[in-house]
C-alpha cells in the first residue's frame, strides 16, 4: 500500500464513527425504514427488484442496504474494514440479506466472482482513484452482457475550486489544476458529514480526473455511454455558501448557475453478437 492509499485508509477508517453520527447520515432513521438514495441516485438506478446490485465503495452500507430494500440482491464493497464491519452488523440488525466485502477496487476480482445486472457507485469515490482505466477495466469484469453501470459524482470541474471559504465569501477561486497529473495533498478537520468534527486523520490525498478521462476510460473498457448529465447543484453543502433548497440538494446563493456541482453516468455492457 502506498503513501496516498495508507493515508486515505487511515482518514476513511476514522470516518466511520464520525459519519455513522452525524445528522447526515441520520442512522437511527434509517434503521426504522425508509432508503438513504437522493432522487439521482433512486431514479437513475430504477426498478432492482430481483436484480443482482454490486456497490463498488459502499462506505458503510446505507446505500446497498437501500437497494436491498428495493429488492435487489445487493453486494457491497470498500476498502474500509471498519465500514465494512458496521454494513454487516447493520444488515444483521435490520435482518436484510447483504453481502458486504472489504476490498480495495482495484483488487476485487481476486476477492470476489461472478457478474451483475447492475454495477454502481456515488458521491465522492472518482477522486479517490489514482487509474480511471484499471477502475472503469472492473466495472466492466463485474457488469454482465445486458447490465448496466450508473454513477453519480463530483463534477470534475468543481473540484479546481477553493470551496472552503467563509459562509460571507461567495466567491469561487481556482485553486487546482483541471488536468492534474498527480494526487493534491488536503487538509481538512471535519468531515463532509459534520463540518464541526474534529478528527485525527486531517490530510488527505485526491486525483483531479476531467470528464474526457471518465467517459474514455469506460469506452475503453468496453462499455457504451447511454447518457450523461450535468448539475448545478450538489448533494453536500461542498461550499460553506451554498444554500440548501426544498429538492435536498445545495445551490449557489442568488439562483446561480455558475458552475456543474455533479454529474451522473449511465453505461451499458453489449450482449456478444451469435
Known sequence: MDEFTRTNYERWDELV??????????????KKGGLFLDKLEYEGVGNVKDKSLLHLMCHFGMGTLSFARMGAQATGIDFSPK???????????????????????????????GAFDVVFTSYGVLYFLSDLERWAKVVSRFLKP?????????????????????????????????????PVRCDESGS????????????????LHPVSTIINSLISAGLT????????????????NLVRKDDGYWYLPDDRMDIPFMFSLRATKKIPMG
Open 225 to 240: 455511454i447511454e447518457n450523461f448529465n450535468e448539475y448545478p447543484f450538489a448533494a453536500a453543502p461542498m461550499h460553506s
Open 192 to 207: 463532509y458529514a459534520d463540518s464541526d468534527a474534529r478528527m485525527e486523520h486531517k490530510v488527505f490525498y485526491k486525483w
Open 146 to 182: 445486458g447490465g448496466f453501470f450508473f454513477m453519480v459524482d463530483g463534477h470534475p470541474f468543481s473540484q479546481v475550486y477553493d470551496l472552503g471559504g467563509p459562509p460571507s465569501d461567495s466567491e469561487l477561486r481556482i485553486s487546482y489544476p483541471y488536468f492534474s497529473s498527480g
Open 83 to 113: 465500514a465494512i464491519e458496521l454494513a454487516q452488523s447493520l444488515a444483521k440488525e435490520l435482518n436484510l440479506s447483504v453481502r458486504f466485502i472489504c476490498s480495495d477496487v482495484y483488487d476485487l476480482p481476486q476477492n470476489l466472482d
Open 17 to 30: 464513527d464520525v459519519n455513522a453520527r452525524s445528522p447526515f447520515y441520520n442512522l437511527e432513521k434509517f
